[in-house]
Structures are given as C-alpha cells and as structure tokens.
C-alpha cells in the first residue's frame, strides 16, 4: 500500500510558477512509475508528466511540454512537478499517482494503482 500527499498549489498570475511535491509512503518507492493529472471543472482528468522508477525516463503531455518539469528524488520518496510560463488554462486539481507494475501505458489513469488527494493550482489572467 502506497500513501501520498501533494503538496505546493495555489494561486497564481499568468506567466508565473509553482512548484508541486507529492511524499510518498513505503520503502519500494523507486519500483514505481509516478505520474502527474489535472482534472479541470466539467472535464476528464488528463495526463499531465511522469517519469519512470528510475528517474532516468520522462514523459509530458503536449500542452505542457517545454514549460514544465517532472523529476523524483527516490531518498526522500518524492516526486515533484516544477511548472513555469503558467496559464489560466492551467488550472485544475493536480493529481500525483503510483503504478506499481509499470507496462508503459504512463499517459492512462487506469494504468495506476495510487493517487493523491488532490491540490488546487489557479491561473489567473
């Protein structure tokens, strides 16, 4: 059983940054793939980034590429999503997960096993 919690939403303006963390529990941390989902009003939660046990693979939705960056520190069981240029269209819940048998699928929520509860970002214009 994996437990996590984001961290790092808020509020911000246009153009500007935040930076998301998610702690992990358990001791087989970087047996997993991790990945970051947003959920907007009225909308299906969409893939964001993830990034592979070993840290050494990422991967980015296109709406996000170039603008934010996923990594882990698997010492410290977290993973983190620094987000720059940020726009009003940005904003959602933001969602860490665990798959804990990664098969590739990293873009598919039904891929993972565990998620988080969930942390406001708000974009303002």
């Known amino acids: 059983q994996v437990q996590l919690v984001e961290s790092g939403g808020g509020l911000v303006q246009a153009g500007g940054s935040l930076r998301l963390s998610c702690a992990a529990s358990?001791?087989?941390?970087?047996?997993?793939?991790m990945g970051w989902f947003r959920q907007a009003p009225g909308k299906e939660r969409e893939f964001v980034a993830a990034?592979?046990?070993?840290?050494?693979?990422?991967y980015y939705a296109d709406s996000v590429k170039g603008r934010f960056t996923i990594s882990r520190d698997n010492a410290k069981n977290t993973v983190s999503l620094q987000m720059n240029s940020l726009k009003p269209e940005d904003t959602a819940v933001y969602y860490c997960?665990?798959?804990?048998?990664?098969?590739?699928?990293?873009?598919?929520?039904?891929?993972?096993?565990?998620w988080g509860q969930g942390t406001q970002v708000t974009v303002s214009s």
């Open positions: 997960a665990a798959d804990s048998r990664p098969k590739g699928a990293v873009r598919t929520p039904a891929e993972y096993d565990y």
């Open positions: 358990g001791r087989t941390f970087s047996r997993y793939a």
């Open positions: 990034i592979s046990g070993s840290g050494g693979t990422t």
